[in-house]
């Protein structure tokens, strides 16, 4: 499908739902509104909110904020997930010795460990960075050892007939094995990194989206929290075409799927 064409339909859609959802908050159907604007409010309202936030100023102290425990949750947590997921995929011996806790530590939910990260690393960045490291982690680690046992029996056997190097072997087949398994879980990493930061201030800081959902939510303001939603994914939208970027340039050995057509 053409970029244009996807472009287009894409900003159809988010069309529609916008429409849709004006039409079901502010026309009465049957003499009763279907979505009561106090509980849903509308787009209007949200607009307004967000254009004040941004004309002001306030966002941006905020959107800093999320955007340094994001990044920073997002770079510690996929380079221990896919240096730790090379090692064990490399050691089968001591990846069968630490599956169960690494099973077990995936299994702790990751809310409750918030208010520990909180009492151990204070109100400030770090305690909502290393909830945002406990998602990205595991999400990389698991993609990124999936990818390097994915490695076809037949070009390592090969790669090692022509006398390959384990080095060799490591940056050109289980580097290249693993990138595609590695940027399908960085995308979705990059929006984990954004909900451990958000979920950390909306549980207690000072500053941070997070932070400014939940005010608006104390004070029963629907819009501020529907506002803070929409820039919230618009900032996640920007970082994921960043990751596509970076994918774009080191996959371009990777052969392009031409469209199925009937």
Not at 94 to 117: C, E, G, H, S
Not at 143 to 157: H, I
Not at 182 to 201: C, I, K, R, Y
């Amino acid at each position: 499908m053409p970029r244009v064409k996807l472009h287009v339909l894409q900003g159809l859609v988010a069309v529609v739902l916008i429409v849709a959802w004006h039409a079901l908050t502010t026309i009465p159907v049957f003499g009763k509104i279907l979505l009561p604007p106090f509980f849903f409010s509308n787009p209007v309202d949200v607009a307004e909110q967000i254009v004040a936030w941004f004309a002001t100023g306030v966002i941006w102290k905020h959107l800093s904020v999320t955007l340094a425990e994001a990044m920073l949750a997002f770079a510690i947590g996929s380079l221990g997930g896919i240096l730790v997921g090379f090692w064990f995929a490399r050691q089968p011996r001591t990846a069968a010795v630490f599956d169960p806790y690494v099973k077990m530590a995936n299994a702790l939910p990751r809310v409750v460990l918030a208010p520990i990260f909180t009492l151990w690393l204070g109100l400030g960045i770090w305690s909502k960075v290393a909830l945002g490291v406990t998602l990205v982690f595991f999400i990389v680690f698991f993609n990124v050892y999936q990818g390097v046992k994915e490695v076809s029996p037949t070009v390592l056997a090969n790669a090692r007939m022509l006398g390959m190097t384990e080095r060799q072997l490591m940056r050109h087949v289980y580097w290249p094995s693993a990138l595609s398994w590695m940027f399908s879980s960085l995308h979705t990493s990059v929006g984990f990194a954004v909900v451990g930061a958000v979920v950390g201030e909306y549980l207690g800081s000072a500053a941070g989206l997070g932070y400014l959902i939940q005010q608006a939510e104390g004070v029963f303001d629907v819009a501020g929290v529907f506002a803070g939603m929409f820039v919230l994914a618009a900032f996640v939208i920007a970082i994921d075409t960043v990751v596509s970027a970076v994918e774009k340039r080191l996959l371009v050995w990777r052969p392009v799927v031409g469209d199925a057509r009937p």
